[in-house]
């Protein structure tokens, strides 16, 4: 009989700590949405054990809070459209957050079908360097300006492509 009461208070300790890791992931999601693998680290950090974890994790599944082919989309689409990282920017920003391969692919094609790399490259150009000219530029200059594309992922091709256009 010992037992049974033993088992019990265990039970609900277990069910009270899910609760928790479940309010915790509530809160970690309201403030922003974030992969499975962020959630479970930071979930982690604060204490709660792998089954409180992983029931949270479940809870977040079923209500639809957590989906992580949403949040890559979401993430790719944000970074284009801001001009902060395209291509291989994205593919590694997404990877580092836990996202698998076949995700990754799908929210890059994705955000790639929206929008055009070369319109992002022209309009970071124009708000970044309004008064650069490829032609008459110093040598420091343009590395500084192709440095500052390649670290968003652009190619390189790609890059002298649009600054050997001509200024409109």
Known sequence: MD????????DTS??????????AALRLL???????????QKLEQFGFSRSAIDSA??????YNYLDDNRYATERARSLMRTGRGVG??????????????????RALETAEAEFSTDDIL?????????TFNYLTAE????????????RRGFSLGQIFTILKEEPK
Do not use: M, W, Y
Not at 30 to 40: A, C, F, H
Not at 57 to 62: F, P, S, T, W
Not at 139 to 150: A, L, M, P, Y
């Open 139 to 150: 040598d420091r200059e343009k590395r500084r300006v192709v440095g500052f594309f390649q």
């Open 14 to 23: 277990d069910t009270r700590k899910a609760k928790k890791a479940f309010s």
């Open 3 to 10: 037992r049974s009461k033993s088992n019990d208070s265990s």
């Open 30 to 40: 309201s403030r922003r949405d974030r992969s499975e693998t962020e959630l479970r």
């Open 122 to 130: 022209r309009n970071q150009l124009l708000r970044r360097f309004p």
């Open 57 to 62: 994790v479940a809870k977040c599944h079923e």
């Open 88 to 105: 291989s920017k994205i593919r590694f920003d997404l990877r580092r957050r836990g996202i698998d391969g076949t995700t990754v692919d």
